[in-house]
T-cell receptor, first 115, second 112 residues
């Protein structure tokens, strides 16, 4: 158990809909990362927050947004969903930013299926 | 452009055989280097990491990796593979920024 909690574990929805994925980081971790894992794109970095502020942005679509709340949990909002958005979405947390040598602790992911 | 390459998409080995998974990076400076493992249905878990110093680093589950600056490589090795090592392995690099970049992964299959 990494200490990172993601909900829901599985989600099935239709094209055009909007969903929210939730992540609770490990106790004490200020950084939260979102990654998308799909068969054709591999593990893609979406966005990182540190103590409520956006710190780094990756290949995140404009239809996607995220935020980190004062209690440090984070939400990833996916809107106008397309079939290609079907993927496993991982949240990770760390004390020190991964790019600066910190270890990332991953949740078990939220599997999104868009029909 | 900055990149992390894992040239082997899929590797199959027999149980008890040795293993080497390749990772190459393209950066101007020496980055922070990591290997993560993802078991089926699970998130990623850190196996080992290299920051500086001894270029041979030991990790969990009997894995080790060697940093070779001249080859821009950070290959993962294990002398004797167990069936439970079947998983997907990701190399990752950090360049002293907030972002951590992962390679495309190598899927390891172990035959009894």
């Amino acid at each position: 158990d990494s200490g990172v909690t993601q909900t829901p574990k599985h989600l099935i929805t239709a094209t055009g809909q909007r969903v929210t994925l939730r992540c609770s980081p490990r106790s004490g971790d200020l950084s939260v990362y979102w990654y998308q894992q799909s068969l054709d794109q591999g593990l893609q970095f979406l966005i990182q927050y540190y103590n409520g502020e956006e710190r780094a942005k990756g290949n995140i679509l404009e239809r996607f947004s995220a935020q980190q709340f004062p209690d440090l949990h984070s939400e990833l909002n996916l809107s106008s969903l397309e079939l290609g958005d079907s993927a496993l979405y991982f949240c990770a947390s760390s004390v020190i930013a991964g790019g600066r040598g910190g270890e990332l602790f991953f949740g078990e992911g939220s599997r999104l299926t868009v029909l | 452009a900055q990149s992390v390459t894992q040239p082997d998409i899929h590797i199959t080995v027999s149980e008890g055989a040795s293993l080497e998974l390749r990772c190459n990076y393209s950066y101007g400076a020496t980055p922070y280097l990591f290997w993560y493992v993802q078991s089926p249905g699970q998130g990623l878990q850190l196996l080992l990491k290299y920051f500086s110093g001894d270029t041979l680093v030991q990790g969990i589950k009997g894995f080790e990796a060697e940093f070779k600056r001249s080859q821009s490589s950070f290959n993962l090795r294990k002398p004797s593979v167990h069936w439970s090592d079947a998983a997907e392995y990701f190399c990752a690099v950090g360049l002293n920024t907030d972002k951590l970049i992962f390679g495309t992964g190598t899927r390891l299959q172990v035959f009894p």
